[in-house]
């Protein structure tokens, strides 16, 4: 396991701990080596406080390739390595929008359409569209998630939401992933804050 590559996910756990986004011992973060190992959090740690020791490698199948126990999560990270040959780096971020949103709207899917931040999302050049986010209902069995998620994660957002849970990312590299994360966060926020405005209004 490179030093790179842990270096790479403690300083992410930071950055996204300092921004309210690893609350308690919430999320998990991969980064897929060059020999086909990962780079995986291990299971239960304060993701702002990582250091090298709670980072571990494990096998293309996600098989512990160290005395330590990877995220639960692991098999969906493996998921998404598996259907995406170029992503590389992946966060898992239990966030409070997509929580709330996906708890309101019972939909498939979360559609996001008009805001300049769009362009964060890799291969969007214009404001003027809108992504839809595939959303799964949340379950601790990683089989029935992984099945739930089979047919969505191809579909050309590097995202997916867990509904009452949070949401997974992934990029070429893990600078494209916290991009991305950070501006789902942003987006998924600024429809909560409508959300309520609407419900105000109506009142």
């Not at 250091?51 to 493996?78: C, Q, W």
């Not at 979360?110 to 291969?123: D, N, S, T």
């Amino acid at each position: 396991m490179t030093e790179q590559a842990v270096q790479e996910i403690i300083a992410t756990g930071q950055r996204l701990d300092a921004r309210g986004l690893a609350p308690a011992t919430s999320g998990n973060y991969s980064v897929r080596l060059k020999d086909g190992r990962i780079a995986v959090t291990v299971s239960g740690r304060h993701k702002g406080r990582l250091t090298s020791d709670d980072v571990m490698a494990v096998d293309s199948e996600g098989r512990p390739l160290e005395d330590k126990k990877p995220s639960d999560e692991t098999k969906l990270h493996i998921q998404i390595y598996a259907a995406h040959p170029n992503a590389q780096a992946i966060l898992h971020i239990h966030s409070v929008p997509g929580a709330v949103i996906t708890r309101l709207n019972r939909a498939d899917e979360i559609v996001i359409e008009g805001y300049e931040m769009l362009k964060a999302f890799p291969g969007v050049k214009t404001h003027e569209t809108n992504i839809a986010v595939p959303v799964v209902d949340n379950s601790q069995d990683m089989n029935i998630l992984s099945s739930a998620l089979a047919g969505k994660i191809t579909s050309g957002i590097p995202a997916y939401i867990i509904r009452d849970h949070g949401f997974y990312v992934w990029g070429k590299d893990m600078a494209e992933a916290e991009r991305v994360a950070e501006a789902l966060e942003y987006l998924l926020s600024c429809e909560m804050e409508t959300m309520k405005i609407r419900a105000g209004v109506r009142a």
